[in-house]
C-alpha cells in the first residue's frame, strides 16, 4: 500500500500549526447577542416564581427567556441514534431544578459583562425538595426527581430507575457453586470531567434566506440539526449546522448542550447569538463520566479457566438520563467480551441523583468495567498463584470465536451476532511484558520509603455501533486528478479528515495532497451519525473506500470510452487499454467536462455494519508508592494495542499517548468532591487537576501487526480504547508495590496509607 | 483607557475599557490564535510573549502593555514559511486537535530565547503551563526537542525570534 500505514502530514496541519481562526469562536458576528445562562444554585427545587423585569430593564439586555416561554417538550440532550434508546426526561427550560448547574433561564445582551449582570437581576423563589447524592439511595428515596408526565422512557420513575438491562447466558449461580475458585469484589469508578481544552461554543445567525445556522463545536451535527429542529419546533430544512476544527471533544461534545440555546435566541430576536461555556460551567454545569458502582463474581476451574462472570452495575445518572442505558450496556458488552467464560449474567440499574449529568466519555462505560474487572482478575490471579498475564493469556477470546453478550445486548435493543476475526491481545500482552521489564520488576525485592510496582490490565471496545452507526461520503473529480472528499464524518480534533483522505488517495491511487476534504456540514455534505463510539475509520473509512471505488470505476469506464476500447485497466493514474493505448486520469477528466463523453466522474456511497470489531490493548503500568504519604507517582506506561491495520501511525499514536493521561487523571488526579449541598466544589483547573507535561511518565506506545477482514484496508478503531486499561493497571502495580488493593478511584494517599497500617 | 505597544512588530495605540484583558483585546481584533480556555491563567491557550517571556494574555490588564512587544503566533509564519517550530510540530504530529498548539509553540520560543543549552526537563517545564487534553504531550516534547537542539546545533538559535 502506498498511502495506508503511512505517515502523512495532515490535511489541517498547516492551519493549526499557524493559529489560524478555524475554530467555532474565531471569528466575529455583526449586532452578536451574547448569551448567558443562569443556572441553579440548588440541587432540587420547584420554581414557584421567576421575575425577570430588572433583568429585562437593563439597558442592553434584549431578551430574556424562562420556562414560561417554551411549550413544556420533553427530549433528551444525548446525540445518538434515533429514537434515542435512552429517557426523554428534559425540557430546554423546566419549572423544577435538579442539580446545581440546572437551567433556569438564559439572557441575550449586547455584551458578556451585560449579560452576566441581567443573570444576576433575575428573582427566584425557589421551593427546596429533598436530594438523592447518593446513588445508592435513589430507589429507596421515597420520592421521584422526574415524576412529570410528559416524559418518556424511564424505566421506573418511582424508584428513579432511568434505565434498567438485564442479561445472561448459562447458569451463573451453578457454575460458581461448582468451580473451584470464587472470587468477589465491589468497586467503584468516579465522576470525572472529559475536559476539552476548548470549552462548549456555539454561534448562530439567521442566512440571507432566513434559515437558522448554528456554526458549533460538536461531534454530532445532524444530531444537532434534528434535535434543535424538534425543540424549536422548525424544519430539518431551515437548519444548516456547521462544524469547523473543534478543540477536543471526547464525548463532551456529543451532547446537544447549548445550541438549542442560541438557536432560540436567533428566532426570537433575528440577530446573531454566541453563547460559551466558562471553565467553571464546563465543570459544574456541563457533562461527566458516570460514576459505576460494580459488583463482580469470578468462577475459575481447577485449570484457571473462567467458568463463569456475574457483574452488578449501579449507575449514577445525574439528574437527567441522556446515554442512562447505553453507557451501562457498554460497560457490561465490553466486560463480557474479554473472557470467554460460558456462564454470564448482568444486571443493572441506572439510577437518577441530584447531582451533574453523565455523557458520553471516551471509553463509554468501558473503563467503568476494565477497573473492576481487571483488578479482579489480578486479585484472582494472586490467589490462585498463577502470573497474571498468564491467567488472561489462558481466558481471552481468540480469532474465530463467538462473543455471545453481544447478540442479547446491543444498543438498547437486541445486538448482532459477533464473532472475532482478528485479536492479537496475546501479543500485546506478550511484547508488552517484555517492554516493561515485567518479570524482573515482578520479581524485585521491595524496601525502604520508595516501593515500585508494575501491574497489568487489559480491555476492549468496539468499531462503531453494529447496525446503527452509518456514514456516507460523496467523492468528486477535478481536472488535475484532484478529488473533493465530502463526508459527514466528524474530525473534533483526531485528525480523522486525514485518515478519511488516506483512504481515499489509495483507492484512487493518488497522493493524499490530491484529497480536499470539507466535512460535517449538514448543508453541503452527506449524514453520518458523527464521531462517537470509535466509528469514523471504520464506518466512515468504509463508506469513504466505497465511494472512492465508484469514482474510480467511473474514471475506468470513461478512459474506455474516450480510447473506445472494451478492456482496460487502471495503472497508477493511467487508463491502460489492451491494445497499448494510455490516457491520464486528468486526461479523462478535462475530456469529460468540456470535449467528449460529457459527464462529472464522481461516486458516493453510504456504510453501515453489523460487526463491530473490538480493539484490544494491554497496559503495563510500573508506579512509586510513597509509603509515607501515601502517594502514587507512575513511572512508566506500555501500552500496545491491537487496532487492527494502522492508517496513519502518528496519529494512532497519538491518540493513545492522549487516551492514557486521561485515564491516570481518573485513576489519581482529577477529583470531583462535592459539599452537603450537592454543590461541585472544584472549579478550575488548578483544582480540577488534569495532567501537565510534568505529571506524565515515561510512554511507551507500540501497535500489534493485526488486520481485520471487515475493515477498511484491515483497520479497526483506536479512539477509545487506550483510556480503558491504564486505571487498573496502575491500581494493580499499587498492590504490586505495597500489597494494598485499591477498589475505589481516584486512588487518594490516605486509602494506600489505612490499606498499608490495616496489614 | 489609551495603551500605545508593539504588536507583532508594528506600533499600535488602542483604546480600552479599564479591566480589559490582552486576551479580550487580541481575540477582538482578530488575533484568533490567542485562544480562550480558562480566563484565569492555567490553561495556557492564550500564551503570547511579553518582551519576549510567555504569559497568559487573559490575565494580562490592557492597561500594563503600554510600552511593551507583544509577540503572537500570527507573527511566526509568512505564507510560504513556517517557523522552524511550527514546521517540527507538523512533521511530528504534535498538533492533534491544535486548540493549545499556539500556546504551546509560543512557551517553546521563550524558552528557546531565555536559554542556551536545551533539555527535555527544561522543555517540559516551559510547556506545564499549557494544558493540552489530547496529546499526552509525547509529540510536543519531540517536536520541541528536535527544533531546539537542531537550531543549537546549527548555533543560529539566537537568530530565530520570529518573523519580528
Same mark, same amino acid.
Given at each position: 500500500m502506498k498511502v495506508i500505514g503511512?505517515?502523512?502530514?495532515?490535511?489541517?496541519?498547516?492551519?493549526?500549526v499557524r493559529g489560524k481562526p478555524v475554530f467555532a469562536d474565531d471569528m466575529q458576528l455583526k449586532d452578536v447577542l451574547y448569551v448567558?445562562?443562569?443556572?441553579?444554585?440548588?440541587?432540587?427545587?420547584?420554581?414557584?416564581?421567576?421575575?425577570?423585569?430588572?433583568?429585562?430593564?437593563?439597558?442592553?439586555?434584549?431578551?430574556?427567556?424562562?420556562?414560561?416561554?417554551?411549550?413544556?417538550?420533553?427530549?433528551?440532550?444525548?446525540?445518538?441514534g434515533y429514537p434515542e434508546p435512552g429517557p426523554r426526561d428534559m425540557r430546554i427550560l423546566d419549572e423544577t431544578v435538579r442539580f446545581v448547574g440546572d437551567r433556569v433561564a438564559?439572557?441575550?445582551?449586547e455584551s458578556i459583562t451585560i449579560a452576566e449582570q441581567a443573570i444576576g437581576l433575575i428573582d427566584v423563589e425557589y421551593e427546596e425538595l429533598p436530594c438523592i447524592f447518593d446513588s445508592q439511595q435513589s430507589m429507596t428515596a421515597g420520592f421521584a426527581i422526574h415524576p412529570s408526565e410528559g416524559t418518556s422512557g424511564i424505566h421506573d420513575v418511582e424508584k428513579n430507575i432511568a434505565a434498567h438491562l438485564d442479561a445472561k447466558i448459562g447458569d451463573v449461580e451453578a457454575a460458581l457453586a461448582g468451580s473451584a475458585h470464587t472470587f468477589e469484589g465491589s468497586y467503584s469508578t468516579p465522576f470525572v470531567q472529559m475536559a476539552h481544552i476548548e470549552p462548549h461554543i456555539s454561534l448562530s445567525w439567521l442566512d440571507d434566506n432566513n434559515r437558522l445556522v448554528i456554526r458549533t463545536s460538536t461531534q454530532v451535527p445532524h444530531h444537532v440539526r434534528r434535535i434543535v429542529a424538534e425543540v424549536l419546533d422548525i424544519p430539518v430544512g431551515r437548519i444548516r449546522v456547521i462544524k469547523p476544527r473543534i478543540g477536543g471533544g471526547f464525548g463532551g461534545k456529543q451532547e446537544i448542550l447549548n445550541e438549542e440555546v442560541v438557536g432560540a435566541v436567533t428566532l426570537k430576536t433575528g440577530r446573531p447569538a454566541r453563547i460559551e461555556y466558562t471553565r467553571a460551567e464546563e465543570l459544574f454545569a456541563a457533562r461527566v463520566r458516570h460514576p459505576e458502582l460494580l459488583t463482580i463474581q469470578l468462577g475459575f476451574d481447577e485449570s484457571h479457566l473462567l467458568t463463569a462472570i456475574d457483574i452488578n452495575i449501579l449507575e449514577d445518572c445525574g439528574a437527567y438520563g441522556p446515554h442512562a442505558l447505553t453507557v451501562m450496556s457498554v460497560t457490561s458488552q465490553k466486560a463480557l467480551s474479554m473472557y470467554k467464560a460460558p456462564n454470564i449474567r448482568v444486571n443493572g440499574d441506572g439510577v437518577y441523583t441530584n447531582l451533574p449529568i453523565g455523557g458520553a466519555y471516551r471509553g463509554y462505560g468501558a473503563p467503568q468495567a476494565f477497573f473492576?474487572?481487571?483488578?479482579?482478575?489480578?486479585?484472582?490471579?494472586?490467589?490462585?498463584?498463577?502470573?497474571?498475564?498468564?491467567?488472561?493469556?489462558?481466558?481471552?477470546?481468540?480469532? $474465530?470465536? #463467538?462473543?455471545?453478550? *453481544?447478540? /442479547?445486548?446491543? =444498543?438498547?435493543?437486541?445486538?448482532?451476532?459477533?464473532?472475532?476475526?482478528?485479536?492479537?491481545?496475546?501479543?500485546?500482552?506478550?511484547?508488552g511484558r517484555a517492554l516493561s521489564n515485567w518479570d524482573a520488576l515482578r520479581s524485585a525485592e521491595q524496601s525502604g520509603r520508595f516501593r515500585r510496582g508494575v501491574g497489568v490490565a487489559v480491555a476492549g471496545q468496539g468499531s462503531g455501533i453494529p447496525g446503527i452507526d452509518m456514514g456516507a461520503a460523496f467523492i468528486k473529480m477535478n481536472e488535475d486528478a484532484?478529488?473533493?472528499?465530502?463526508?459527514?464524518?466528524?474530525?473534533?480534533?483526531? $485528525?480523522? #479528515?486525514?485518515?478519511? *483522505?488516506? /483512504?481515499?488517495? =489509495?483507492?484512487?491511487?493518488?497522493?493524499?495532497d490530491k484529497i480536499i476534504v470539507y466535512s460535517s456540514d449538514t448543508d453541503m455534505t452527506p449524514f453520518d451519525t458523527g464521531a462517537y463510539a470509535s466509528s469514523t475509520t471504520y464506518i466512515s473509512g468504509t463508506a469513504v473506500k466505497k465511494a472512492a471505488e465508484a469514482c474510480k470505476a467511473m474514471i475506468l469506464e470513461q478512459g474506455r470510452k474516450l480510447l473506445q476500447i472494451d478492456n482496460a485497466e487502471i495503472i497508477d493514474t493511467r487508463v491502460v487499454g489492451s491494445d497499448g493505448q494510455t490516457i491520464s486520469f486528468s486526461d479523462i477528466c478535462i475530456k469529460s467536462f468540456y470535449t467528449e463523453e460529457q459527464t462529472q466522474i464522481m461516486g458516493s456511497a453510504s456504510h453501515l455494519s453489523y460487526d463491530s470489531p473490538p480493539p484490544f490493548n494491554a497496559t503495563f503500568a510500573e508506579v512509586e508508592v510513597d509509603t509515607l504519604t501515601g502517594t502514587v507517582r507512575v513511572i512508566k506506561i506500555v501500552s500496545v494495542t491491537d487496532a487492527g491495520q494502522i492508517i496513519n501511525p502518528k496519529m494512532a499514536e497519538g491518540q493513545v499517548e492522549g487516551g492514557i493521561p486521561q485515564a491516570l487523571g481518573m485513576a489519581l488526579s482529577e477529583f470531583m468532591p462535592f459539599d452537603d449541598k450537592g454543590r461541585f466544589t472544584?472549579?478550575?483547573?488548578?483544582?480540577?487537576?488534569?495532567?501537565?507535561?510534568?505529571?506524565m511518565p515515561e510512554m511507551v506506545v507500540r501497535f500489534a501487526d493485526s488486520h481485520e477482514p471487515t475493515g477498511p484496508y484491515g483497520a479497526k478503531a483506536v479512539a477509545e480504547i487506550p483510556i480503558n486499561a491504564p486505571a487498573p493497571a496502575v491500581a494493580n502495580a499499587v498492590y504490586n508495590a505495597v500489597g494494598v488493593r485499591i477498589k475505589h478511584l481516584p486512588i487518594k494517599p490516605e486509602q494506600i496509607l489505612a490499606g498499608m497500617n490495616g496489614k | 483607557m489609551k495603551v500605545q505597544f508593539e504588536l507583532n512588530g508594528r506600533l499600535v495605540s488602542a483604546t480600552h475599557l479599564p479591566?480589559?484583558?490582552?486576551?479580550?483585546?487580541?481575540?477582538?481584533?482578530?488575533?484568533?490564535?490567542?485562544?480562550?480556555?480558562?480566563?484565569?491563567?492555567e490553561c495556557g491557550a492564550c500564551t503570547v510573549l511579553m518582551d519576549s517571556r510567555s504569559v497568559n494574555a487573559c490575565l494580562i490588564l490592557m492597561h500594563t502593555v503600554n510600552g511593551r512587544k507583544i509577540e503572537t503566533l500570527e507573527s511566526f509564519s509568512t505564507h510560504e514559511r513556517l517557523h522552524p517550530l511550527q514546521e517540527n510540530f507538523l512533521k511530528e504530529g504534535a498538533a492533534q486537535c491544535g486548540f493549545c498548539t499556539p500556546g504551546m509553540i509560543l512557551s517553546l520560543e521563550a524558552l528557546d530565547r531565555e536559554s542556551g543549552e536545551i533539555d527535555e526537563v527544561q522543555v517540559r517545564d516551559a510547556l506545564n503551563g499549557n494544558l493540552c487534553r489530547c496529546t499526552g504531550y509525547v509529540k510536543p516534547v519531540k517536536a520541541a526537542l528536535s527544533t531546539l537542539k537542531a537550531s543549537r546545533k546549527t548555533g543560529n538559535h539566537e537568530d530565530e525570534g520570529g518573523d519580528s
Open positions: 503511512k505517515d502523512t502530514q495532515r490535511v489541517d496541519g498547516q492551519a493549526l448567558k445562562i443562569l443556572h441553579s444554585p440548588i440541587a432540587h427545587a420547584n420554581i414557584l416564581s421567576i421575575d425577570v423585569s430588572k433583568a429585562e430593564a437593563l439597558e442592553g439586555v434584549v431578551a430574556v427567556f424562562t420556562h414560561k416561554d417554551f411549550k413544556p417538550h420533553y427530549y433528551t440532550t444525548a446525540g445518538q438564559f439572557v441575550a445582551a473492576p474487572l481487571e483488578s479482579l482478575m489480578d486479585e484472582a490471579a494472586m490467589e490462585m498463584g498463577i502470573d497474571p498475564i498468564d491467567l488472561r493469556l489462558k481466558n481471552v477470546f481468540e480469532v $474465530g470465536d #463467538d462473543v455471545p453478550i *453481544a447478540k /442479547i445486548l446491543g =444498543e438498547g435493543r437486541e445486538g448482532f451476532p459477533m464473532v472475532l476475526y482478528s485479536t492479537e491481545i496475546a501479543a500485546c500482552l506478550n511484547e484532484s478529488f473533493n472528499l465530502q463526508i459527514g464524518a466528524t474530525d473534533l480534533g483526531t $485528525g480523522s #479528515d486525514t485518515a478519511l *483522505a488516506q /483512504i481515499a488517495a =489509495e483507492v484512487l491511487n493518488v497522493s493524499v472544584n472549579l478550575d483547573f488548578n483544582s480540577y487537576h488534569i495532567y501537565t507535561s510534568n505529571d | 479591566g480589559t484583558t490582552l486576551m479580550e483585546f487580541l481575540r477582538g481584533e482578530e488575533f484568533y490564535s490567542v485562544k480562550h480556555g480558562c480566563d484565569h491563567g
